[in-house]
């Protein structure tokens, strides 16, 4: 199985950006999917889940800014960020929940 996240780069603070993370193989329905985020220096922090059916989970201080969402059909979980803010910059990574299976990760920015 690989995962590869894309949609990152350099958005003005208070902008939008959609990341998407798509899965080889048919196993992606199997899975709970979630986005992890990473800074120089500090450890991976799960921002955001989405259960098999659906269910989604959100990091507390960021609950109303993402929306996470999948589609199996194209076996790709999104991370939908608005009012974005400089301490939003990290790289964002994909990961099937209890696997080994990680995307590349997508760098974002966000910077005036």
């Known amino acids: 199985v690989q995962l590869q996240a894309f949609g990152g780069g350099l958005v003005q603070p208070g902008g939008s950006l959609r990341l998407s993370c798509a899965a080889s193989?048919?196993?992606?329905?199997?899975?709970?999917m979630a986005w992890y985020r990473q800074t120089p220096g500090k450890p991976r922090e799960l921002v955001a889940s989405i259960s098999i059916s659906g269910t989604t989970n959100y990091l507390d201080s960021l609950k109303g800014r993402l929306t996470i969402s999948r589609d199996n059909r194209k076996n790709t979980v999104y991370l939908q960020m608005n009012s974005l803010k400089p301490e939003d910059t990290a790289v964002y990574y994909c990961?099937?929940?209890?696997?080994?299976?990680w995307g590349q990760g997508t760098q974002v920015t966000v910077s005036s």
């Open positions: 193989g048919s196993i992606f329905r199997g899975y709970a």
């Open positions: 990961t099937m929940v209890g696997s080994n299976y």
